[in-house]
T-cell receptor, first 110, second 117 residues
Framework: GQQLNQSPQSMFIQEGEDVSMNCTSSSIFNTWLWYKQDPGEGPVLLIALYKAGELTSNGRLTAQFGITRKDSFLNISASIPSDVGIYFCAGPNRDDKIIFGKGTRLHILP | KAGVTQTPRYLIKTRGQQVTLSCSPISGHRSVSWYQQTPGQGLQFLFEYFSETQRNKGNFPGRFSGRQFSNSRSEMNVSTLELGDSALYLC????????????????FGQGTRLTVV
């Protein structure tokens, strides 16, 4: 079935650094969603992308819908401690069920 | 405006037992989706309910079932629990069914952490 592969699985960065993570699939997606999950909380939707090539920002976050419709990227600029968490990409499969990647865990070193 | 409320937050059950989890959506939201989250498999879609009808279902065995009431509150039930059912169970509510996007204002609850021993 359709799967979403996220990389890297985890990242250790210094506060203030920029972060890049991506999500790829072997099949086409028509919508890409990026969520963040804090410890003990449910995921929160950060950015939704609807068109190939679309670049969308939400504060320090920027996400892009890949031209091939098989990938998406999330960038975080000037990271701060509250950026720590797990970032998931997601999208509706051909059965209209939302499937999620396994997440990128972001750690920020003091 | 109250968020999505899931009860209980934590639960410990033994193998073979059954369990019922509850989700109260945000007022005015009629769609409720359930997900299972485990370290190995990540977030997996269980089912979605809209207006008391199951609209979509994931690839889980029949031991996993759910329902939705007229006030949009939803319950999911797992019978004959197995060790592998230990997970965080999340529900998400939105005004309308289908894709979880900003347009549908979907919100997740904090989840119920189920441990099967």
């Amino acid at each position: 079935g359709q799967q979403l592969n996220q990389s890297p699985q985890s990242m250790f960065i210094q506060e203030g650094e920029d972060v890049s993570m991506n999500c790829t699939s072997s099949s086409i997606f028509n919508t890409w969603l990026w969520y963040k999950q804090d410890p003990g909380e449910g995921p929160v939707l950060l950015i939704a992308l609807y068109k190939a090539g679309e670049l969308t920002s939400n504060g320090r976050l920027t996400a892009q819908f890949g031209i091939t419709r098989k990938d998406s990227f999330l960038n975080i600029s000037a990271s701060i401690p509250s950026d720590v968490g797990i970032y998931f990409c997601a999208g509706p499969n051909r059965d209209d069920k939302i499937i999620f990647g396994k997440g990128t865990r972001l750690h920020i070193l003091p | 405006k109250a968020g999505v409320t899931q009860t209980p937050r934590y639960l410990i059950k033994t193998r073979g037992q059954q369990v019922t989890l509850s989700c109260s959506p945000i007022s005015g939201h009629r769609s409720v989706s359930w997900y299972q989250q485990t370290p190995g498999q990540g977030l997996q879609f269980l089912f979605e309910y809209f207006s008391e009808t199951q609209r979509n279902k994931g690839n889980f065995p029949g031991r996993f079932s759910g329902r939705q009431f007229s006030n949009s509150r939803s319950e999911m039930n797992v019978s004959t629990l197995e060790l592998g059912d230990s997970a965080l169970y999340l529900c998400a509510s939105s005004r309308s069914p289908g894709q979880l996007t900003l347009n549908t204002e979907a919100f997740f609850g904090q989840g119920t952490r189920l441990t099967v021993v």
